[in-house]
């Protein structure tokens, strides 16, 4: 078997029985449609979706400084997370350009689980393994380890509910416990990608056809459908959450990308990346280069990344996504624009579709955002 051949989820004989259209993500063979990924996307606004999100990358790092070497290598305190919480991060290079951004949760005392992209896996625990040394740490590759499933939207919490033993009512949002899911013990968290409430179930691979059906057959009647890749973009791409490789790359700061809340310099000690950041930081309080706004088109052709935002006649930013939006019925875009123009309601804004300028609504993020 070749290295470049995909890698395959603990799901992919059941998701090529139920007739999925599969794509390469990452290196990685998955799921992108069942069926319509209007369907799927309407589906998990307001009844359910079911997500096979195996590809992401579990990095484990447990000792009595796994705490001191996360708050080292990663740009948040991570000491402040308790047992059972989770929290959204980055980890950067020394320069301050984002390698990846990741969900961190507090599994134990001095236990950590760092989840990473599918695209960034290797970069982030090769990261992670050359910052542990002088750490009394051990950062460990538990991709395998683990298959993760979603489900997401407003009927979750009543499937989950009868197929587990755990407290959902008392799982807050960004935090994980263990329980059992379908008679087999699981991580059960509460972090979501799409705008709506949901959970992630971390299971072992052999348990994960089971977890799998028994959420099929607990949320069928209450309209929970299997989702693929596309829609989980068009609902993070409506709910304003960034995407590595799109929003964030190795050339913007968490600054640039308009989240330098996620960069804590109150913490003790140094980290990787505090002085770039730090200088990052009074450029973007002075003057913010480009920021990242949401546009929504007035006609109906879709925008994609890379195409150029125009503006009198010159060119004011760039899309880094677009799709169209089933939830507001036009296609939408983020797009990093100069501060010129970033305010909501800006006129003259169009994007440059194939040499036609189209014109588009300047609005603030998020597109969509759920009633409580």
């Given at each position: 078997?070749?290295?470049n051949?995909?890698?395959h989820?603990?799901?992919d004989?059941l998701?090529?029985?139920l007739?999925a259209?599969?794509t390469?993500?990452?290196g990685?063979?998955?799921p992108?449609r069942?069926?319509s990924e209007?369907?799927e996307?309407?589906?998990?606004?307001?009844k359910a979706?079911?997500?096979d999100?195996?590809h992401m990358g579990?990095?484990?790092v447990?000792?009595?400084?796994?705490?001191e070497?996360l708050a080292?290598?990663?740009?948040?305190?991570?000491a402040?997370?308790?047992v059972?919480?989770a929290?959204?991060?980055?980890?950067?290079q020394?320069d301050?350009?984002?390698l990846?951004?990741?969900i961190?949760?507090r599994l134990a005392?001095?236990?950590?689980?760092v989840v990473a992209n599918?695209?960034?896996?290797?970069v982030v625990?090769?990261?992670?393994?050359e910052r542990a040394?002088g750490f009394?740490?051990?950062v460990r590759d538990?991709?395998d380890?683990?298959a993760?499933?979603?489900?997401?939207?407003?009927?979750?919490?009543?499937?989950?509910?009868?197929?587990?033993?755990?407290?959902l009512?008392g799982?807050?949002?960004?935090?994980g416990l263990?329980?059992?899911?379908a008679?087999?013990p699981?991580l059960?968290?509460?972090?979501g990608?799409t705008g709506?409430d949901?959970?992630?179930?971390f299971?072992?691979?052999?348990?994960a056809e089971?977890?799998?059906?028994?959420l099929?057959d607990?949320?069928?009647p209450?309209?929970?459908v299997?989702?693929?890749?596309?829609c989980?973009?068009?609902?993070r791409?409506?709910a304003g959450?960034p995407?590595?490789?799109?929003e964030?790359t190795t050339?913007l700061?968490?600054?640039d990308?308009?989240?330098?809340?996620?960069?804590?310099?109150?913490k003790d000690?140094?980290f990787?990346?505090?002085?770039?950041?730090?200088?990052a930081a009074?450029?973007?309080a002075?003057?913010p280069?480009?920021?990242?706004?949401?546009l929504?088109a007035?006609?109906r052709?879709?925008?994609r990344?890379?195409?150029?935002?125009?503006?009198?006649?010159?060119?004011i930013?760039?899309?880094?996504?677009?799709?169209?939006?089933?939830?507001l019925?036009k296609?939408?875009?983020?797009a990093?624009?100069?501060a010129?123009?970033?305010?909501?309601?800006t006129?003259?804004?169009?994007?440059?579709?194939?040499g036609?300028h189209?014109p588009?609504e300047?609005?603030a993020?998020?597109f969509?955002?759920r009633q409580k």
């Amino acid at each position: 078997m070749s290295s470049n051949a995909p890698r395959h989820t603990a799901l992919d004989a059941l998701h090529r029985s139920l007739g999925a259209t599969m794509t390469d993500f990452a290196g990685w063979d998955m799921p992108l449609r069942y069926g319509s990924e209007r369907d799927e996307h309407l589906a998990v606004r307001t009844k359910a979706g079911l997500f096979d999100l195996s590809h992401m990358g579990e990095i484990t790092v447990t000792g009595p400084q796994a705490a001191e070497l996360l708050a080292f290598a990663l740009v948040g305190n991570i000491a402040t997370v308790g047992v059972g919480r989770a929290r959204y991060t980055m980890i950067c290079q020394a320069d301050g350009g984002i390698l990846d951004d990741l969900i961190v949760y507090r599994l134990a005392e001095h236990t950590y689980m760092v989840v990473a992209n599918a695209s960034n896996a290797q970069v982030v625990l090769d990261a992670l393994t050359e910052r542990a040394a002088g750490f009394d740490a051990v950062v460990r590759d538990d991709r395998d380890a683990y298959a993760l499933i979603a489900v997401q939207g407003p009927e979750s919490p009543g499937i989950l509910k009868s197929i587990t033993d755990a407290d959902l009512d008392g799982l807050k949002y960004y935090a994980g416990l263990p329980g059992t899911v379908a008679g087999v013990p699981a991580l059960i968290a509460r972090t979501g990608y799409t705008g709506e409430d949901g959970f992630e179930l971390f299971v072992a691979p052999a348990d994960a056809e089971k977890v799998w059906q028994a959420l099929t057959d607990a949320g069928t009647p209450a309209g929970l459908v299997p989702c693929g890749l596309s829609c989980r973009d068009t609902l993070r791409l409506e709910a304003g959450m960034p995407l590595y490789g799109h929003e964030l790359t190795t050339s913007l700061t968490p600054f640039d990308a308009g989240l330098g809340r996620v960069v804590k310099f109150e913490k003790d000690g140094d980290f990787v990346g505090r002085e770039a950041l730090a200088e990052a930081a009074e450029r973007a309080a002075s003057k913010p280069p480009r920021v990242l706004v949401g546009l929504i088109a007035e006609g109906r052709r879709v925008p994609r990344a890379g195409y150029p935002v125009v503006a009198g006649g010159q060119v004011i930013g760039e899309v880094t996504s677009g799709a169209p939006s089933p939830t507001l019925g036009k296609p939408i875009a983020m797009a990093y624009v100069d501060a010129a123009h970033a305010a909501p309601g800006t006129a003259g804004v169009g994007v440059d579709i194939r040499g036609s300028h189209e014109p588009y609504e300047v609005v603030a993020l998020p597109f969509y955002k759920r009633q409580k």
